[in-house]
């Protein structure tokens, strides 16, 4: 999503010098907060991260700029008839998993975006 990003701005490839991969968003998270990138494109429920300096901006990312990220659960084959893995999955369509879900900053399909 984050290439996606600089290529609707038009920024790509002139930035991809200056770019720096985290293997994962907090990571690119940690790379801003420690001063070692002056500017990350990491995932909105990361601006709740206590790590961020008390003066970092923030620019919400329309939607329309890059695909929809979508995650996703599933119950391996093995796991299969496993209580507890069928329990979580029930928990995970519930409606409580989708307020934590919302309340840590994600969207979730029919919810308004946090």
């Known amino acids: 999503a984050a290439l996606e990003v600089l290529q609707h701005l038009a920024v790509w490839?002139?930035?991809?010098?200056?770019?720096v991969l985290g293997e994962n968003v907090t990571?690119?998270?940690?790379?801003?907060a420690?001063?070692?990138?002056?500017?990350?494109?990491?995932?909105?429920?990361s601006?709740?991260?206590?790590?961020?300096?008390?003066a970092t901006c923030r620019y919400a990312i329309?939607?329309?700029w890059h695909a929809p990220i979508e995650q996703q659960a599933i119950v391996l084959t093995r796991a299969g008839q496993a209580p507890a893995a069928l329990a979580?999955?029930?928990f995970l369509r519930g409606e409580?998993?989708?307020?934590?879900?919302?309340?840590?900053?994600?969207s979730v399909p029919g919810a308004e975006p946090p």
Request: aromatic letters at 6%; a positive charge.
């Open 34 to 45: 420690s001063g070692n990138a002056s500017l990350g494109l990491v995932a909105a429920a």
């Open 62 to 64: 329309p939607a329309a």
């Open 13 to 19: 490839p002139a930035a991809e010098q200056q770019t």
């Open 47 to 54: 601006l709740q991260a206590d790590a961020l300096p008390a």
């Open 88 to 90: 979580f999955l029930r």
């Open 27 to 32: 990571q690119a998270l940690q790379f801003v």
């Open 96 to 106: 409580a998993a989708r307020r934590i879900i919302v309340s840590a900053g994600y």
